[in-house]
């Protein structure tokens, strides 16, 4: 089991670029989770998909975010333009079942934006 | 709404110690509560999943308590060792399936 997958690990941009951050979940687990993680406000939820369905995205800051969830094994979270305050760690997870499941979190991508 | 916190926020112990960590949430309706370790620079493991309807999880030396009527809940590490240094997030998943709440973390740091 590779885990979760998260990719790039790493992403210095300047203002107003598109950032697109990868997730591929654990195979089989049908919950995906975008979190993002800044040392003021912690961890936060950002948007959560079941079955590749968005179920709950009140997380997501603006419309300048979005996250797609094409198939089962791959999940993007883009935010277009970008803005120096989404400096941050963001982390995919995933689970099966999500109510009595525990969340398996990937390496996370530090996202830096100058 | 429901708010997580961890007290306190950072601690150091000399190694063999036993140590307490602490979780308190405001709204006691939650499906389950779950503490993560977290390395600087990696992404949170699950340690202990503890459901509503449990006391408490046990995992070889971490040992986590559920009071879910006041709202707490407690990760006991026993004879701490310096490979225990890290944060120790706890997060409760409420009503909503999806929205699992975490606290800020204790960063515990085990000295040799």
């Known amino acids: 089991d590779a885990g979760v997958i998260q990719s790039p690990r790493h992403e210095v941009t300047e203002m107003g670029q598109e950032v697109t951050l990868r997730c591929k979940p654990i195979?089989?687990?049908?919950?995906l989770f975008w979190y993002r993680q800044t040392m003021m406000r912690g961890l936060e939820l950002l948007i959560y998909?079941?079955?590749?369905?968005?179920?709950?995205d009140s997380g997501m800051p603006e419309d300048r975010f979005s996250a797609k969830m094409p198939n089962a094994s791959f999940s993007t979270l883009k935010i277009q333009p970008s803005e120096p305050r989404d400096s941050a760690v963001y982390f995919c997870?995933?689970?099966?079942?999500?109510?009595?499941?525990?969340?398996?979190f990937g390496n996370g991508t530090r996202l830096t934006v100058t | 709404k429901q708010e997580v916190t961890q007290i306190p926020a950072a601690l150091s112990v000399p190694e063999g110690e036993n140590l307490v960590l602490n979780c308190s949430f405001t709204?006691?309706?939650?499906?389950?509560l779950q503490w993560f370790r977290q390395d600087p620079g990696k992404g949170l493991t699950s340690l202990l999943l503890?459901?509503?309807?449990?006391r408490e999880q046990t995992s070889g030396r971490l040992n986590a308590s559920l009071d879910k009527s006041s709202g707490r809940s407690t990760l006991y590490i026993a004879a701490s060792q310096p490979g225990d240094s890290a944060t120790y997030l706890c997060?409760?998943?409420?009503?909503?399936?999806?929205?699992?709440?975490f606290g800020k973390g204790t960063k515990l740091s085990v000295k040799p």
């Open positions: 997870a995933s689970s099966l079942r999500a109510v009595h499941s525990p969340l398996h």
């Open positions: 195979s089989g687990h049908d919950y």
């Open positions: 998909f079941n079955n590749n369905v968005p179920i709950d």
């Open positions: 709204d006691s309706a939650i499906y389950n």
């Open positions: 503890i459901q509503s309807s449990q």
């Open positions: 997060a409760v998943r409420g009503g909503s399936q999806g929205n699992l709440i």
